[in-house]
């Protein structure tokens, strides 16, 4: 019966463990450490084949033609799958490996055997040594035939020609996974790297990452700007582009619409330069064999400045050509203001014959940004104008444009006249601005403050008292109706009269001055022609059309001052207002005719009707194209482009982008929606909401009605 | 040990057996079935096929479907034929359908048609019916079109680009269809005086898409045209448009080319014409004044000026009103259609109008014409197999839904004695010839 | 009915009122030579207002300086899409004149370049025939403006039809004088305004 060793004597055990024991302990330890790096090698050879066998079915072309980035939906899958693929194998044959090697449940006595194994001339003294029931008189016998046996040599040899089958395995399998040609970016990054420039033997590069380099034209003032591959970009005319990619030069090219570009070598790869142009563009990038992918193009517009003229802020009629005007215009431009100035024009003469000068004033200072404020003084002395002249200013700001423009932006004009000496003593002429108005304002104004007065006093005065006070009021609403009578006439100039001047100022209404209702009657009379109004803006007669507000005054005087003269001033109050109201309507009116109204002449239809000797020809006539029939094959592109997303998503998203460019002006919110459709798939995201969007702006014209119609369409 | 001759009796037997087991399985195949049967019960819509199947192999007395949602034409149409050979066919409702679902209208009878329209853009009509209030989604192959709801009476007419297979869909119920035939329009002929009204009628349907032949009256004897100088007849126009008066030297034959089937709209200025009233739906009565400022409101028509009109005969139809007066009226004249309208100068709502004027003025004008051209279907070619009317075909295949509470019964095996007789032949012609061997017969 | 009206255009900055009577003189020539439904006289519509979109053929001249204002811009816009055909007329006969350089300047922002159109337009044979484009004018004759023949007009088109019509020929001068006068020329010199109201009204 064997005993327990540590139940024997200490000096033995200690002996025993201090030599083979410990050897072979240690051994064990390696012999389990080389099998597990065994199982490690083999797994990592098994995974690395499989990535090479798998990734080019899993991945296919998508990868290829999008260089390493994912274009739509599957391409990553079937990467991520590879590596998943890979991975399981991985694990797979090292657990295998590992479960199957005998070195999992080693025990010392087998690493023992390994060794004897290994160096036979050891005669299984080392086992002998292990075993718990050996005499201790013959373990010193043992311990000097180990030691006399280089076993060690044998065994270290032996355990590295252990490893050596599953490195070569492993090293077999990830030289696979490296140099297999669709592989990973690692790979063609190497193939690029060690023969940059050259042309690719064998199976074709991807394009891979394309970045775009944009230098904006020098005057729009903004930095460049870099871009990893993009599918549109957008860029002022004259911008500089350069694009830029790793791989062959020679199997490289670029197509900007139908021109080719220049492909040069770069450190690294390719590149290529184009220059924007002021037109919706694409470029081709092509590798012969290989892949190929759009860049849409679209040019930003530099706006031309805005321009508002501050001062003199209304057209003028100057008496005399005196003194100097201020000017003053606000000007801003989204990129930069080049230069501005006030233009003016002088026309001088009238009839045929006319003479014209015309010059500019002020300059805005030379670091003027994206808006400023001009500043100038007219001298009108200098200008030399005589009476009639009239002077036509505007402000003009002009962009830093100096690709496609300068961009001009021009501010309303104002005209400046000086008055001629004989228009103050006609009527027909121009309307100056309502001086007279302005002075009916005042009497009115002060007409009311009095019959205001007097209502508040009739209680205390007697009613003849009253009445008297209420009469004289009202004779001097009359004069001022009579005023603005004259007025409205004035304004027609053409031969109407107004009440009487002539007439005595205590006159009754009834005894011949006019009542309102004679007033425009004679007022409309002036203007017709055969008994028939003359037409004019908003269906009425031209005399109604500008003095509405000046009429509604006259018939608001009337009803005041009839009121006024029944001594009633309370009743006449509210028309007094509504006169004011009405008069300072007209104050802020538009302006009226520059010059007086034209003669009038009326073609007798009737008695010249075919009474021509010449006779005309028959035409024809040449159809107009319909107005969109882009519509629908917009649509029908779009369908086709959804088809070809499912069946190849590169080619279906580039031809999204083609069609964003061609419905950019016609469908802009189309073109919008489809942009952003772009930029998911790419993403690899889901653009079906988008893509919906595209479909109903695309179809902006449904009709949908809830009901049947009960006059159908169809026969 | 029987005696032979017992045993020969037992092999007579056992060919009698055999015989007669065969005989039953003949008859069983053969035979009609018997009204006291027990009919088979299908659970659900899925289950109907392998039902139809059975049915189809053995007759049955009775079929009761199941049905959760509505079966394809391929189904309804092998349900029908299994009927016709005897077998009594019911369908149910399902008792576990969701709420929103269970009821005769939300699944049943939603229905569309898509019929071509006279529209120069390709555009066609959908037309669907279905509950009223239901949500509607309709969708072709490039995807989603539009979602709307029926309207309170159930219906939804849809006029758009569409197509393929068009689907409309309705919580529960889902239909297709598709265009089975095109049209033929021929050009349209507009006669007017010189005048912004023909101009701009012409300018609105060809901008529109329409072909248009125009006689524009300048002078006696001269014109400004537009297309050949062709007879007017069906053959050669779908539809005239006489503006004014100067259509009264072609009145005869313009009425002819409705007679015959052509399409006539009638201006405002020439619905009082003697040559033509024979054939007006309406006539031009008291002139009817513009109210100011409505041609750029919401009702443009109401700012333009023309007549009012008193329908003139049976059966016109008036199909625009302003203020109460009739403005525009049509009507079936033999096998053409004629439209009069009581607008003048529809020119100003264009030039005059807001900013989605010109659009609706030529939108307008175009659905005008639209609506009176002689436009004969062609039958399109390769049309795909669409399903627009499942329940109104359900019925139309298998009677309305008997919904009384049926006890779920298990379906009676009804072949499960086929195997029994068909063991009992063999076992019987088999221990004949065994019986025979042993006794050294043949 | 669709009565066609003769209409000027009232612009702010310059003297639209400089031919008044070429629009008696038209009507009278569309009376004599057509069965058009004419007004027996012309209007005048101011340019900034919403009413100019009534009239959908406009006539505009002047000698001064041509400067369309915000709201004449925005109407004038609505008026080429719509339809509408603007007839501008140099009273100057004179590109050097300022109403030349400020108008085509003006119209070009509002309804693009003006183009050179083709003696062979529909515009010289929409009624009458000419040959030869536009016929001259005696201003033209005489050697005063620009001392230039002008052989052909300019135009904006849109959709294939005239939208702007311009000319430096000066048929403000030609064509203003009273049409009672017309019986004293041998040659009605106002027939080529009859070819435009007829190519408004027709195309």
Partial sequence: MNTPAAERTPVSAVTREAEPTTLVAGWRRRLQLAALLRALLAGLGAGALALATSRPLLVGTSVAEQGGRVAAGSALSGGGIAMLVAGFVALAVAGSQWWRSAVRSLSTERAALWLEEQAPRLRFALVSALGDDVSPAVRPALARAIHAVPWEQAARRAFWRSLRAPALVAFGGVAAAVLVPVGLGAARSSVARDRPGAGAPGAPTPLGSVTLTLQPPTYTGLSTAREVDPALVRAYPGSRALMTGRGPVVSTHAVLDSAPLAVREAPGGWQAGFTTGASRALVRLQRDGGDARLLALEPLVDSAPSVALRAPARDTILRVPRGTMPLAADIQDDLGIASASFEYIVSSGEGERFTFKSGTLGALPAETGRRGTLHAVLSLEGLQLAPGDVVHLRAVGRDRNNVSGPGIGSSESRTIRIARADEYDSVAVDQAPPPEVDESVLSQRMLINMTEALVKRARSIAKSDVTVESRRIGRDQARLRKQVSDIIFARLGDGAEGEGHDHDESESPASGSLTPEALLKAAEKATEINGHPTDFAGDETPVVAINRPMLEAFNAMWEAGRALDGGEPKRALPPMYAALAAIQRARTAERLYLRGAPPRVVVDLARIRMQGKDKGTPDLRRPRAPLDPFHREALRRFAAALTTLEQTPTAGVDSLIVLRLAVADRRPAAATALEGAITELRASRDATALLLLVRRALDDDIVSVDTLSRWGSVR | MPSPGKRRFFEQGCRVLALAALGTLIWRAWRPPMSGERPVVTRSTASIPSALARATRAPLAALDLTIDSLPGPRDRAWARAVAATGTVVRWRRARDLRPDVDSLHAWAPLATALEPIADPSGRVRLVALGPPGSSLAIGDQAGSVDSTKLSRTGTRTLDAMLDGLVTARIPGGVSSSARRDSLVVRPVLVLADAGWEGKFIVAALEEAGWRVDARFAVAPQVSVRQGRDVPIDTAHYSAVIAVDASVVPRAASIVRFVRDGGGLIVGGAAASLPSLVGILPARGAAAVSPTLGAVVSEEPRRGLDGVELTLARNGALVLDRTAGRVRVAAARVGVGRVLVLGYDDTWRWRMEGGADAPRLHRAWWSAMAASVVRAPLVALEGTPDVDETPFASLVASLGMPDDAPRAARPPLSSTAWEPVLFALVLGALLTEWTSRRFRGAR | ?203
């Fill in chain 3, 1 to 203: 009915m669709s009565t066609f009206t003769f209409a000027t255009a009232q612009y702010e900055s310059g003297d639209w009122d400089s031919s008044p009577l070429v629009p008696a003189n038209l009507i009278d020539s569309i009376a004599r030579y057509t069965e058009i439904d004419v007004s027996p006289s012309g209007v005048i519509v101011p340019l900034g207002s919403d009413a100019a979109l009534r009239y959908p053929l406009l006539y505009l001249t002047g000698h001064l300086p041509v400067r369309f204002t915000a709201q004449e811009k925005q109407v004038l816009t609505r008026f080429i899409e719509r339809g509408g055909l603007l007839f501008v007329d140099d009273h100057n006969h004179d590109i050097d004149g300022m109403f030349h350089k400020t108008v085509t300047e003006e119209l070009r922002s509002v309804a693009g370049p003006l183009a050179k159109i083709p003696n062979s337009h529909p515009l010289y044979s929409a009624f009458f025939r000419f040959e030869d484009g536009p016929p001259n004018t005696s201003h033209e004759l005489n050697g005063w403006g620009d001392n230039l023949l002008h052989p052909y007009l300019m135009a904006a088109q849109r959709e294939g039809r005239i939208s702007v019509l311009y000319s430096n020929k000066d048929y403000s001068s030609e064509w203003n004088f009273h049409p009672d006068n017309k019986r004293f020329y041998s040659v009605d010199n106002t027939r080529f305004g009859v070819n435009l109201v007829v190519y408004a009204l027709t195309r």
